[in-house]
């Protein structure tokens, strides 16, 4: 292998997660300020409309500045430069399961012959049954990640955030994250295989290209912006798809808030089975955890904390056979 080829490999590897940085870098000021307009004007801003004032909306000095924010900022960067190619590789074999799986029934079974003809509307079923699935699963592997008291220890660090921030996607301890994108995308291509069986097809180019869109979509618009500070509501529409409003009362400390709107885009899913929370006009709340884990308590303030306490408070759960978090 000469070094030109070796090159060549890693910058393949690292394509997708280079795009994403750059949308990141070129993105998420312009992003952010929209949103700051959006949300002063729906507020009925009052005193002076300045580039500075918008811009104090737009970034607040104390919540960039505040420990958790750094927390975030840095796992983000990690996460981006060594997660995001494996992820983005997971992401491709969702759909290369789906193949593998509709394969594997058509040997079993014998091939079945095309019901859908129309291209258009193959791609559709394709990318709807694969979306909606991974989706799906995303939801319920969220809400175990809460029920389940053993999982709870490596979602935690998601929600000792005390600030939020677009950067607050990121707050994913790692062996969470990979879990996160793993489990949806392999039973997301499992369904698909059994769709590609049923219509006697194959997965349509079309369909990876819809895929791979609107991955793009979902993660800048829908949950980068499901993590910025301001309350902004999308009206009925909440029950469908994640507002910023819905995630941030999901970060709430209000222990009546716990483990509600779990959703990761659509909360359509929270609707169905019970877990959604409509936020009551003028209803407020605090981010972080709990009130003993807050501030100068919190155990995942700096990196290391974040990155070791889950470890430690897992294993004494399993060698006590009893939670240590309260
Ligand atoms: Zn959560
Ligand atoms: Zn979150």
Same mark, same amino acid.
């Given at each position: 292998m000469t070094m030109y080829s070796i090159w060549e490999s890693i910058v393949g590897f690292y394509e997708p997660t280079l795009e994403i940085v750059s949308l990141w870098a070129l993105g998420l000021p312009l992003f952010v300020t929209v949103i700051a307009v959006m949300f002063i004007l729906s507020q009925k801003w009052q005193g002076p409309l300045t580039i500075r004032t918008l811009a104090n909306a737009a970034f607040p000095k104390e919540q960039y500045d505040h420990a958790s924010s750094r927390v975030d900022m840095w796992n983000g960067i990690i996460l981006l430069l060594l997660g995001f190619p494996l992820v983005g590789v997971i992401a491709i074999n969702g759909i290369a399961i789906a193949d593998n799986v509709g394969a594997y029934f058509n040997t079993a079974f014998g091939a &079945?012959?095309?019901? /859908?003809? *129309?291209?258009? @509307? #193959? =791609? %559709?079923?394709?990318?709807?049954?694969?979306?909606? *699935?991974?989706?799906?699963?995303?939801?319920?592997?969220? &809400?175990?990640?809460?029920?389940?008291?053993? #999982?709870? +220890? @490596?979602?935690?660090? +998601?929600?000792? !955030?005390?600030? #939020?921030? $677009?950067?607050t996607l990121f707050r994913q301890h790692p062996i969470e994250?990979?879990? @996160?994108? /793993? /489990? $949806? !995308? =392999?039973?997301?291509? !499992?369904?698909?295989? @059994?769709? #590609?069986? %049923?219509?006697? *097809?194959q997965v349509h180019p079309g369909m990876v290209a819809a895929v791979t869109t609107t991955a793009y979509i979902a993660f800048f618009v829908i949950d980068v912006f499901s993590h910025v500070h301001m309350p902004i509501s999308y009206g009925w529409l909440n029950r469908i798809v994640l507002a910023p409003v819905m995630h941030n009362l999901h970060h709430s400390m209000e222990p009546h808030h716990w483990d509600k709107n779990n959703a990761v885009i659509l909360t359509l899913w929270d609707w169905m089975f019970g877990t959604l929370y409509l936020p009551k006009k003028g209803e407020t709340w605090r981010w972080g955890c709990n009130e003993d884990e807050y501030g100068a308590n919190n155990p995942h303030k700096t990196l290391k904390g974040f990155y070791f306490d889950p470890f430690v408070t897992l294993w004494r759960h399993l060698r006590d056979g009893k939670s240590p978090n309260p």
């Open positions: &079945r012959d095309p019901v /859908i003809t *129309s291209t258009w @509307l #193959l =791609v %559709a079923v394709q990318f709807l049954v694969y979306f909606m *699935s991974v989706d799906f699963v995303g939801y319920w592997v969220h &809400r175990w990640c809460h029920t389940n008291a053993h #999982l709870w +220890h @490596l979602h935690k660090p +998601h929600h000792t !955030a005390e600030t #939020l921030t $677009p950067w994250f990979f879990g @996160l994108n /793993i /489990i $949806p !995308a =392999v039973v997301g291509g !499992a369904f698909t295989g @059994l769709v #590609l069986y %049923a219509t006697g *097809s």
